[in-house]
């Protein structure tokens, strides 16, 4: 390695491309622990660097980008949740559901990730999540689970009042959630990363990729490929996705959720709906509520319930529309511009859609553009008050909004729907 080529020697170590941080980012970070080695020159820091394990520690801690928050694009942990209780659960009598969240950061993913599995009603003994990150730093404050308000981003923020305590100086996680996390240090191309046999039922890799080049991203696929068991569900970032169709993994096509699975899997699978997630816990899990299982609900998949044109998801499977559809991919994606303008073609060229003005609402929702989502909403439950899945978002979003009152009329009218089998 020619002398002092440190973007070089994160690459090697760390899989960092310069390019995606920027050359200045590292040349600010050699200068840091120069400084803080109390070294005279880049090239004495250089020779102490090659030298020294413990510093080529403090440097990736110097460059990493340990950016996150709970519930970072929410739908991903919405989709999970239903997946393990509508589908996994009931195939699964006594295994534990295994989690892996690479990079984990701070912890605020995996931690979402048991908040989500818990709110659906899915059994704490039975959630084994692995949380795996190059950043002993952030891996600390991890464990230390005691956060502040940067953690806590967009109005959505129920689950703070569950599951965290306020201390004075942040807010405390709560023990149940803590211990069903198990934080380890890792680097992910390091030689033997995770060498188990054993493979998980999700794996949650977001938000790293995008610092890789393109071989290294090659080769963290190949990673995730043989972590993720057959059946298992990917999830990544929205600008991520693109990497994954590019190596034949296949969209489980809920949308803005971002998961995939595996290429030999086959199909999407039914419960990848676009069913909403499950409301949070009030004693006992969705079968506990009588909540059908994806199974009984004779309900098409994903693309054909959501874009099938006529009166809501319940209807029977008919032809997907394919504009719809087209916007479901797209939302998919993440590219919510290109999804709504899908949605608007299609509701000029087929007229009213309650499913359309629904999938609207959602990327409305999504994008952070609450009025017009409930703009949407409201449409899709004028032409379909039975729309359950319109019911619960646009329940969600007068949560959000703090109007209370609204939502749990909105949940009222959900709930009415489902113990009259109106579903
Ligand atoms: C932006 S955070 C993403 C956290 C979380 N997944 C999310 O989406 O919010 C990126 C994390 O990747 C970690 N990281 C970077 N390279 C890594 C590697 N080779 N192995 C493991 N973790 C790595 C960094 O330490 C940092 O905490």
């Known amino acids: 390695m020619p002398d002092q080529d440190f973007a070089g020697l994160l690459k090697q170590a760390m899989g960092l491309d310069a390019a995606s941080v920027g050359p200045a980012a590292i040349a600010r970070a050699v200068q840091d622990r120069q400084l803080a080695c109390q070294l005279r020159s880049p090239q004495a820091y250089w020779e102490y660097l090659r030298g020294s ?86 891996l600390e404050q991890a464990q230390r689970a005691l956060y502040g308000r940067n953690s806590f981003r967009g109005a959505e923020l129920g689950f703070r009042d569950r599951h965290f305590t306020d201390s004075g100086s942040g807010q405390q996680l709560h023990d149940s959630i803590r211990r069903c996390v198990n934080f380890q240090q890792g680097n992910m191309f390091a030689a033997g990363f995770l060498p188990g046999a054993e493979r998980y039922d999700a794996v949650f890799c977001r938000n790293v990729l995008i610092y890789f080049d393109r071989p290294t991203q090659d080769r963290a696929i190949q990673l995730l490929e043989r972590l993720l068991s057959p059946s298992g569900l990917l999830f990544v970032a ?56 994806p199974g009984d609900r004779q309900r098409p998949p994903a693309v054909a319930a959501a874009a099938t044109t006529g009166a809501g998801a319940e209807t029977p499977a008919r032809t997907p529309a394919p504009g719809l559809e087209e916007a479901l991919r ?54 379909d008050p039975r729309h359950q899945d319109a019911l619960l978002h646009f329940a969600l979003l007068q949560e959000k909004q703090g109007n209370s009152a609204d939502a749990s009329l909105l949940h009222s009218r959900r709930l009415r729907l489902q113990q009259t089998g109106q579903q």
């Open 53 to 138: 394990a413990e510093e080529l520690q403090q440097l990736i801690e110097a460059v990493v980008v340990p950016e996150t928050w709970f519930f970072r694009d929410r739908e991903a942990f919405a989709a999970l949740g239903r997946m393990a209780c509508e589908d996994w659960l009931p195939r699964h009598a006594e295994q534990t559901l295994r989690l892996l969240s690479l990079p984990c950061s701070t912890g605020e993913e995996p931690y979402s990730i048991v908040m989500a599995l818990l709110d659906a009603g899915f059994p704490a003994e039975r959630i084994r999540v692995d949380a795996i990150d190059i950043s002993e730093r952030a």
């Open 238 to 293: 929205p600008s991520e996705t693109g990497l994954l169709f590019s190596h034949g993994f296949i969209s489980a096509k809920v949308p803005l959720a971002f998961a995939f699975r595996k290429p030999s899997a086959g199909p999407a699978r039914p419960t990848a709906s676009v069913a909403p997630p499950l409301p949070a816990r009030a004693g006992g899990g969705a079968a506990a509520r009588g909540l059908k299982l």
């Open 330 to 383: 797209l939302a998919d994606q993440g590219l919510l511009v290109d999804a709504a303008q899908a949605c608007e073609a299609y509701l000029r060229r087929q007229g009213p859609s309650p499913q359309a003005y629904y999938l609207l609402g959602l990327v409305r929702d999504s994008a952070g553009s609450v009025a017009e989502a409930a703009h949407y909403y409201r449409k899709a439950l004028y032409l």
